[in-house]
C-alpha cells in the first residue's frame, strides 16, 4: 500500500495534561470489536472498570461518558489510565488513532491531522507554508478491499490536485468560487457516468476565463448570507453550551463577508480540500464536498472577525470539534449541499466575488 502524508505529519505528539482541551471529553468513544474483545478479558481493577463503563449506542461498543462528559478513564490530572497502565499499545483503535485521520482508496491510503485536536491545529495553522505531501510505500499492507471504480477516483483525485492548486495561490475568494466552478462541472460528468471527460475538465482548466464566467452567473443572484451560515449552524447537532452562545452573539455582516488572515484562510482551505474531495470518489458528491469548505471559510469569517490569531486557532478546532467530528452533522449539511437554492452554487459565487 502507498501512504500519503503531509509533511508536518511525523510533528505531531499528544500534550496530554499541557493540552488547553482534552479530547476524551465530549465524545462517545467507540470501541472496536479486538479492543472490547481485549478489554472484556482483562484481569484485576482495570478490566473491572473496563466492563462497567462499556456501553452500546447503535450497535457500537462505546465507553459511556460520565455526566461531565468526561471518558471515564480521564483521571484528574487529564491523563488516560488505561494508557497508564497498558502503553499506547493498550488504547482501542479510535484512541489510537487521533487526531490521525485516515482514508484508504484501494492501493492508497491518504493520512493527516485533524483540527479538532489543539496541538494538531496549532501544527497546521502555524506552519511556515503550505504543506507538501509525501508518498511511502508499505509493502507489509494489503491494498483496502472495496468497490471503488478506478476511472472515477483518477478522476475526482485529478480535480482535488487541481483544486488543491487553485486555492495555493492567487485571491481567496476568487480562488474559492473557481474551486466550486470546477467541483460542480467535474462532478456533474462523474455523475453522469464520463470520468474521462471529468480528467479533461480539471486539466485544461483556465482561471482567467473561469472567473469571468462565474462572476457572470454570480450577477442578480442573491448572496448566500451571514445569517444563512449562522443559522444553518445553530440548527445542527451542538456538543457545547460555548458553541451554542458564541453561535448566538455573532454579529452578522449584511452584504460581504469581511476576510480574514489569508494566510490562516488559505491554510484551512488546503487541510478541508485534501480531507474531504477525495471521497467523492466513492459517492460523487464533489460539488457538495467543495460548498462544504467553502461553507466552512464563510462560518470562520462570520466567527473569526477581529480575533487574533490564537483565538482563531481555538476558533477553528471548536468548529472542528462541533462539525467536522459529528457524522450527523456533516451528512445534513451534504444533504443540503447536494441542493441548490440558498445553497446553489451562484449564491456561493455571489457571497464570494461580490465587492
Ligand atoms: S486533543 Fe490532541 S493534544 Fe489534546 S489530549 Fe487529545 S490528542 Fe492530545
Not at 159 to 169: Q, T
Not at 207 to 214: C, G, I, T
Not at 221 to 226: I, R
Request: some cysteine.
Amino acid at each position: 500500500m502507498k501512504i500519503v502524508t503531509p509533511d508536518y505529519y511525523p510533528q505531531f505528539h499528544c500534550i496530554a495534561s499541557a493540552c488547553p482541551d482534552t479530547c476524551c471529553a465530549g465524545w462517545e468513544v467507540v470501541v472496536d470489536p479486538e479492543a472490547e474483545k481485549r478489554y472484556r478479558s482483562l484481569e484485576g481493577a482495570l478490566g473491572g472498570r473496563l466492563r462497567a463503563s462499556m456501553g452500546e449506542d447503535e450497535g457500537d461498543c462505546i465507553f459511556t461518558p460520565g455526566e461531565d462528559g468526561r471518558c471515564p478513564f480521564l483521571n484528574q490530572q487529564n491523563l488516560c489510565d488505561i494508557q497508564a497502565a497498558l502503553g499506547e499499545e493498550g488504547l482501542c483503535r479510535t484512541c489510537h488513532l487521533y487526531p490521525r485521520f485516515l482514508n484508504d482508496f484501494g492501493g492508497t491510503r491518504e493520512m493527516g491531522l485533524s483540527l479538532s485536536c489543539p496541538e494538531a491545529a496549532r501544527i497546521i495553522l502555524t506552519a511556515p507554508s503550505l504543506p507538501g505531501y509525501r508518498t511511502e510505500d508499505h509493502p507489509e499492507l494489503p491494498p483496502d478491499l472495496n468497490d471503488l471504480d478506478a476511472g472515477r477516483y483518477f478522476a475526482v483525485k485529478g480535480a482535488r490536485d487541481r483544486i488543491l492548486s487553485i486555492l495555493s495561490a492567487g485571491g481567496i475568494d476568487e480562488a474559492v468560487a473557481l474551486s466550486l466552478r470546477l467541483a460542480r462541472k467535474a462532478g456533474k460528468q462523474i455523475r453522469k457516468g464520463h470520468p474521462e471527460k471529468a480528467e479533461g475538465l480539471a486539466a485544461s482548466f483556465d482561471r482567467e476565463s473561469a472567473l469571468e464566467k462565474e462572476k457572470g452567473r454570480a450577477e442578480g443572484t442573491s448572496p448566500l448570507s451571514a445569517e444563512t451560515v449562522i443559522g444553518e449552524l445553530l440548527g445542527l447537532l451542538i456538543l457545547r453550551d460555548s458553541w451554542r452562545a458564541r453561535l448566538e452573539k455573532a454579529a452578522l455582516p449584511e452584504a460581504k463577508i469581511p476576510p480574514l488572515d489569508p494566510e490562516y484562510e488559505r491554510k484551512v482551505l488546503v487541510q478541508l480540500a485534501f480531507r474531504y474531495l477525495l471521497k467523492a470518489a466513492y459517492d460523487g458528491r464533489l460539488h457538495a464536498r467543495m460548498k462544504f469548505i467553502a461553507f466552512s471559510l464563510l462560518a470562520l469569517r462570520v466567527l473569526g472577525r477581529g480575533m487574533d490569531h490564537e483565538s482563531l486557532l481555538t476558533l477553528t478546532v471548536n468548529y472542528s470539534r462541533e462539525v467536522e467530528h459529528c457524522e450527523e452533522n456533516m451528512e445534513a449539511l451534504l444533504r443540503r449541499f447536494d441542493k441548490g437554492g440558498k445553497y446553489g452554487g451562484r449564491a456561493f459565487a455571489a457571497q464570494l466575488l461580490q465587492k
